[in-house]
């Protein structure tokens, strides 16, 4: 499917050709426009959307964060908006690409459609923000936050070559759990630590969590290791062909897409698309390439791994004691209320004797004072006439 937002102008793609070449880059020279929009989009969230509206939307709790929670608060606004923007775009491409769906294992490696370029490039806009915001702010979030910023920015940027552009959309789905993630952590912020509302919203968080970056995750792990596994024999074998320069794998790797099946221009210019940059990825796709690939995404898989156990740990503790505990708690608080009483006790008999005694004695006085307070009260009244 084409790029629905459409080229980069012109003028902008003899400007960033240059540079997106020399990174081994050159699908970025089409994106190059979203990718800067969505990375400016989100530092103006960041730095002007969220400290405008937050105070207007939560009077009563974001005027009086300190600064450091301030900051903590404008990033998850700019996470959340993300993590919804682009879960809504990658689950519309994966459903409406018909070339994506067509292509096969040799093309989910080097092919390339115009909408999975869109989801690359919305990706690395915030991945660039997000690497930023991990650097500078690294005391806050440590070094687990800076290590998933730079595996995240080097998976999808390796997608510009192209490679692995049909997995954009696959992967930017860890991104669905990300939204409940968010307001669970809002919630705290708004005093509703505990609530009926974030208990439901931490049980979303863990089922989508758990569904799309454990199960899903480790599944599309398998199937782009099997597919990359494929391109690599491909690239070996053409390396070993025995001429000076290594043949093209494009013979092996792509289908014959002339457009016969299509109806209209829009679908024979999105079925040449795959093939559109054949030449850059003709003699094969690295070892080196493939191997810093698996490194990262092993890296971004242990965290997911690492973060749920986390996050299991975090929400039982808000919303339940375990039993043994709560039943030392209270054994612990009964003998404190006895020790108590009984030192209360002895302290009073030591003082006034035995407390039945000192109570009677003490009514017995009380008594005799009432009734000479009434003796001379009745004395001292004038008779009448007198």
Not at 62 to 74: A, M, Q, V
Not at 97 to 121: H, K, P, W
Not at 141 to 169: D, E, K
Request: charge should be neutral.
């Amino acid at each position: 499917m084409l790029d629905p937002l459409g080229d980069a102008p012109a003028w902008l793609q003899s400007l960033a050709e240059p540079y997106t070449l020399r990174l081994n880059s050159p699908t970025l020279t089409q994106h190059i426009h979203e990718a800067i929009l969505a990375f400016v989009f989100y530092l103006s969230v960041h730095y002007i959307v969220s400290p405008l509206l937050s105070p207007v939307l939560f009077p009563r709790s974001y005027p009086n964060l300190n600064p450091r929670t301030k900051l903590n608060w404008d990033i998850h606004a700019v996470s959340l908006i993300q993590s919804v923007i682009i879960s809504g775009a990658a689950l519309w491409v994966m459903f409406t690409d018909n070339e994506r769906s067509s292509m096969t294992a040799g093309e989910r490696v080097f092919g390339y459609t115009g909408a999975c370029g869109l989801i690359q490039a919305l990706a690395l806009g915030y991945f660039v923000y997000d690497l930023i915001v991990s650097v500078r702010y690294f005391n806050l979030f440590g070094i687990g936050m800076l290590f998933h910023a730079i595996s995240a920015l080097w998976v999808f940027s390796l997608g510009f070559r192209p490679f692995l552009n049909y997995y954009a959309p696959t992967f930017i789905l860890y991104e669905l759990s990300s939204p409940f993630l968010n307001i669970h952590w809002f919630l705290d912020k708004i005093s509703m630590t505990g609530s009926k509302a974030q208990w439901y919203n931490g049980m979303a968080l863990l089922s989508t969590f758990f569904c799309c970056r454990l199960l899903w995750g480790s599944w599309q792990s398998v199937r782009v290791y099997s597919d990359m596994w494929y391109a690599l024999q491909q690239t070996w074998t053409a390396a070993s062909s025995g001429l000076e320069t290594p043949a093209s794998v494009n013979a092996v790797v792509f289908q014959v897409r002339d457009g016969a099946m299509c109806i209209d221009e829009t679908c024979a210019r999105a079925n040449a698309q795959i093939t559109q940059f054949k030449d850059f990825t003709a003699t094969g796709v690295p070892t080196w390439l493939v191997l810093t690939y698996v490194a990262s995404n092993v890296v971004l898989n242990f965290l997911n791994y690492y973060w749920f156990s986390k996050m299991v740990e975090t929400v039982l503790k808000r919303f339940r004691v375990p039993p043994a505990e709560t039943e030392a708690k209270k054994k612990e608080a009964q003998k404190f209320v006895e020790d108590i009483t009984i030192q209360a006790a002895a302290k009073l008999e030591k003082e006034e004797g035995s407390l039945p005694a000192a109570a009677e004695a003490s009514g017995a006085e009380l008594v005799e004072e009432a009734r000479r307070r009434k003796v001379d009260l009745v004395s001292k009244v004038p008779l009448p006439g007198s």
